[in-house]
């Protein structure tokens, strides 16, 4: 039995029961992906010098002990959260409501057991200047709902604008439906003129997928950071799944907090400067 019959069997198990008790994901319409919140006093630029911090992290909806500290530490004194697994409900929502001098763009995949908003958030220093989502063509086996990818735009120091691209990658699927979805981004990148930054959870598990998601990237002019010291990246099968791409940025350093309790997923830290 091939990989994804194994995967695909082991969802069916778990989620079935589930599905009999009518607890199924509602997909919001268009018009009710995108959300907002707006904390204290966002700044005019994502970075008033021409240096600034990313912060990269699957937040595993928040369920665990130490997440709102340990994100409270993380968004401090970063310029950018780039946030996977957002539920918009009890703490996380409080969070994104009350914390900092930030905007909270959020885009919704589902509402998960049809209530609460679960997918995308790009957390920032300043207010962007668009927003846009796009829908994975296909969805996800058996519990059957899409991701989305949020597109943010940002003014930076230097006059330029940069797009920040935030996946949580469509999952047990073929490695050629993930592609379909990572091509679509990729082409809203080579279109925009200007620095781009396209990370998250591409869940990249099998070799064959990793393969297609870096040349996809390459090929709009994007380039891999690599990490110093202890790389504690999650991994399934063998692979790492949480990455981050750039183009026309110079990467300063880039880390991986394995210390960090908050999440299943380690975040990943980066600091640019503009060319």
């Not at 994975?136 to 086996?141: C, D, G, I, T």
């Not at 940002?154 to 935030?166: H, S, T």
């Amino acid at each position: 039995m091939n990989t994804l019959k194994v995967l695909a069997l082991a969802l069916t198990t778990q989620f079935g029961l589930a599905q009999t008790r009518g607890l199924i994901h509602k997909i919001p319409k268009n018009e009710n992906v995108i959300r907002t919140y707006n904390t204290g006093t966002p700044s005019g630029k994502l970075s008033q010098s021409d240096e600034f911090k990313i912060v990269v992290w699957n937040m595993y909806k928040g369920e665990n002990e130490s997440w709102e500290s340990d994100f409270k530490n993380l968004a401090s004194d970063a310029n950018l959260v780039i946030a996977q697994e957002m539920r918009l409900d009890g703490r996380m929502q409080n969070v994104f409501k009350n914390f900092g001098d930030f905007e909270y763009a959020t885009a919704t995949s589902f509402y998960l057991y049809k209530k609460t908003r679960t997918g995308v958030a790009t957390i920032s220093d300043t207010v962007s200047t668009s927003k846009k989502f796009i829908r994975s063509k296909n969805k996800e086996p058996v519990v059957l709902t899409p991701k989305v990818v949020l597109i943010t735009k940002y003014p930076l120091a230097n006059g330029e604008e940069l797009l920040v691209a935030n996946i949580h990658a469509i999952n047990f699927v073929s490695a050629q439906k993930l592609r379909r979805q990572v091509d679509t981004i990729a082409r809203e990148i080579r279109d925009h003129k200007g620095p781009a930054i396209f990370a998250g959870d591409f869940n990249t598990w099998t070799n064959k997928k990793l393969s297609y998601v870096r040349t996809i990237n390459k090929m709009v002019g994007l380039t891999e950071v690599e990490f110093t010291g202890k790389d504690d990246r999650m991994t399934f099968m063998g692979n790492k799944l949480d990455y981050i791409f750039y183009r026309g940025l110079t990467l300063n350093s880039a880390k991986v907090l394995g210390e960090i309790q908050g999440a299943d997923h380690k975040p990943l830290v980066a600091t640019f400067s503009l060319n």
